[in-house]
């Protein structure tokens, strides 16, 4: 009888636990090659953010620059300016206004490591 109160204690402390109050969704993903590149997320359907952040995986990346567009026309020119090792993810960054329906994003950056390699960016909002 006490093991199952304490173990019915522990299931609603880690139900309570589990889940974030705003979670990041992944709403795109581009590889990398060693080179200067320039790549478009298309965004489909009508999604509303807060902020997004980019992360990156396998190797570094150095971003040049970001845009983010809107589905009413609008456009956010993003000053992410830096290298993100891998396993690392840019601030997350306010978008404009009040919730915002994305469209696209546009992205600017290479691939930073010694050898020929890829790495993977991975765009998530909330």
């Not at 060693?34 to 965004?43: A, F, G, L, P």
């Not at 902020?51 to 992410?80: E, T």
């Not at 696209?104 to 950056?109: G, H, T, W």
Request: hydrophobic share 40%; net charge positive; proline share 2%.
């Amino acid at each position: 009888m006490k093991f199952n109160a304490v173990l019915a204690g522990a299931f609603v402390m880690l139900a309570a636990c589990a889940t974030p109050a705003s979670a990041w969704t992944q709403i795109g993903v581009r590889d990398v090659r060693d080179r200067t590149d320039r790549d478009v997320i298309v965004v489909e359907g009508p999604r509303r953010f807060e902020r997004i952040k980019l992360c990156v995986y396998r190797n570094p990346v150095h971003f040049y620059d970001l845009d983010v567009f809107y589905r009413n026309g609008g456009h956010q020119d993003v000053s992410v300016r830096q290298r993100i090792n891998a396993g690392e993810c840019t601030r997350a960054i306010d978008l404009n206004g009040d919730d915002r329906n994305i469209t696209r994003v546009a992205l600017l950056y290479e691939e930073t490591s010694f050898r020929r390699r890829h790495a993977t960016v991975r765009l998530f909002a909330e």
